[in-house]
Antibody
Framework: QLQLQESGPGLVKPSETLSLTCTVS??????????RGWIRQPPGKGLEWIGS???????YYNPSLKSRVTISVDTSKNQFSLKLSSVTAADTAVYYC????????????WGQGTMVTVSS | EIVLTQSPGTLSLSPGERATLSCRAS???????LAWYQQKPGQAPRLLIY???SRATGIPDRFSGSGSGTDFTLTISRLEPEDFAVYYC?????????FGQGTKVEIK
């Protein structure tokens, strides 16, 4: 059964770079032809898609965050990663990784999420 | 970007009652690419409905979706205790994918 698990620091200082990793188990990133994405949810608020990556490495991002986001994949570790630079308190959120089958598709499998707080 | 507006913000109902949730888009949703998710406290969202009206694997048939263009509806025919949660709509027909702000279904 496919599972996704986010990991990374729970506290990041303002102006620094937030770095998270999503580890995929129960399946291989390099052989299943799926996309993987990052979605975040500020406390008590709704969901925001950050960006996605194909197993080949091609990426696409939400224009609202594009200048600060980098998503990469490491097929040898069965992981994909998120970097968000120049963070502020507004980036405080639960960050989820999730799978989707194609460029325009639903998120059908989600990680449990990891809370990241931006504070000095 | 397509903005999704969900109503009502909160729905107070009793178990066994029917729930009707609305999602309105700022422009037509391409190919009816509209989905619904359920989220319980401390949990990730769970996919319920995709393509406006198709139930995801394992979703009971008391959940149904309908609509087209800019107006979409999620109906829960008879609320079970485990259905009290927050529900989000999402359009995925154009990039960026966007979500509504959510409707909370609470026990009356």
């Amino acid at each position: 059964q496919l599972q996704l698990q986010e990991s990374g620091p729970g506290l990041v200082k303002p102006s620094e770079t937030l770095s998270l990793t999503c580890t995929v188990s129960g399946g291989s990133i390099s052989s299943d032809s799926y996309y993987r994405g990052w979605i975040r949810q500020p406390p008590g608020k709704g969901l925001e898609w950050i960006g996605s990556i194909y197993y080949s490495g091609s990426t696409y991002y939400n224009p609202s965050l594009k200048s600060r986001v980098t998503i990469s994949v490491d097929t040898s570790k069965n992981q994909f990663s998120l970097k968000l630079s120049s963070v502020t308190a507004a980036d405080t959120a639960v960050y989820y990784c999730a799978r989707h089958r194609s460029y325009y598709d639903v998120f059908d499998i989600w990680g449990q999420g990891t809370m990241v707080t931006v504070s000095s | 970007e397509i903005v999704l507006t969900q109503s009502p913000g909160t729905l107070s109902l009793s178990p066994g009652e029917r729930a009707t949730l609305s999602c309105r888009a700022s422009q037509s949703v391409s190919s009816s690419y509209l989905a619904w998710y359920q989220q319980k406290p401390g949990q990730a969202p769970r996919l319920l409905i995709y393509g406006t009206s198709s139930r995801a694997t394992g979703i009971p048939d008391r959940f149904s979706g309908s609509g087209s263009g800019t107006d979409f509806t999620l109906t829960i025919s008879r609320l079970e205790p485990e259905d009290f949660a927050v529900y989000y709509c999402q359009q995925y027909g154009s990039s960026p994918a966007t979500f509504g702000q959510g409707t909370k279904v609470e026990i009356k």
